[in-house]
């Protein structure tokens, strides 16, 4: 079964916002470590921010501290993320992912894709 499925995506305007949602399985979503990522065409996937839905804790990538708000929703076995202010730059494939066999989130996770074992199909974001 489909454990993460994000939504949210479309076309935005500089300067305006958006909101990106991931739904993960129950199972899944408990006290897990939830990250987003994102891809721009000819780009490697880097990492923006995390949260641990067991506690609330998160993390940003330096570069994305400011630019985005991440933000869990127990109810729903849900992880969002606020796109604020964005920019043409901001422009590509938005995924959520899952922390692999840990459950606590640690700002490294971050840096590399390998931290992380289940990967939703993403959703498109466009900036102009």
């Known amino acids: 079964h489909v454990q993460l499925v994000e939504s949210g995506g479309g076309s935005v305007q500089a300067g305006g916002s958006l909101t990106l949602s991931c739904e993960a399985s129950a199972d899944r979503y408990r006290a897990n470590c939830i990250a987003w990522f994102r891809q721009a065409p000819g780009k490697e996937r880097e990492g923006i921010a995390e949260?641990?839905?067991?506690?609330?804790?998160?993390y940003y990538a330096n570069s994305m501290k400011g630019r985005f708000t991440i933000s869990s929703n127990n109810a729903k076995n849900q992880v969002s993320l606020q796109m604020n202010n964005p920019k043409p730059e901001d422009s590509g494939m938005y995924y959520c992912?899952?922390?692999?066999?840990?459950?606590?989130?640690?700002?490294?996770?971050?840096?590399?894709?390998?931290?992380?074992?289940?990967w939703g199909r993403g959703t498109q974001v466009t900036v102009s």
């Open positions: 949260i641990y839905t067991g506690g609330g804790s998160s």
């Open positions: 992912a899952i922390v692999k066999g840990r459950s606590y989130c640690s700002a490294s996770y971050l840096t590399t894709t390998l931290a992380f074992g289940t």
